[in-house]
């Protein structure tokens, strides 16, 4: 009897543990009242950042929340680059957010990041002095990579390379100081290149603002197309040399 009396009296003691720690769980894990915003925020606002979060918290509870979850469903929001979430007691949550940093726009509705990486404008303007790129997908790197080479090498002729396109064949093509079109195409780009230097500081640059486009894809020499002129015989269908 006295053996029965003990298993009785310890399995009541674990019966009011039980009940005790689901009735602390319960008032613990009440709903979600607060959500703080922390992080240098240059370019979307609070308020923005708040709209998109709502959704994720709608019908969550503070201690049941998976803040792992929560944290990768933040990550998928435009201009979000680096997410930490952590619980404040007793009811709040508190987001630390990297915004991420655009370097250039990209394929006419996204921008991409340093890493070339990229990402949706969403409803936020981004700086206008943003170099235009394009590429098929997946190339954003290998794009950005390069305008940072063919701009580097522009400097020291005064010009600046404001858009890039990678074309899906793999052929380049891009425009100086928002003007003249560069067809550099796929093959023998450094030695295409030297040529364009070489012709524009002896001739060329003194009559940008009268050049349409020039053509590299050539053997040799350098096909321009000035303004108020036909197309020169072939331009648009020149061979990789």
Partial sequence: MRRRGGLLGVVLLLVLFGAGGRALWLWLDRPIERVSIRGELGHVSADYLRDRLAPLLRG??????DVAELRESALAIDWIAEVRVSRQWPDALTFELVEQVPVARWNDDHLLNPRGEPFALGPVSPPGDLPDL????GSGAEVLAYHERLAARFVELGLELSQLRLEPRGAWRFQLDDGVWVMLGRNDRE???????AAWRRQLGDQASHIRYIDLRYPNGVAVAWHGESDPDGLDEAEEG
């Fill in 134 to 137: 394009a590429g098929p997908p």
């Fill in 60 to 65: 969550r509870t503070w201690l049941s929340v």
């Fill in 191 to 197: 030695a295409r290149l030297a040529r364009l230097t």
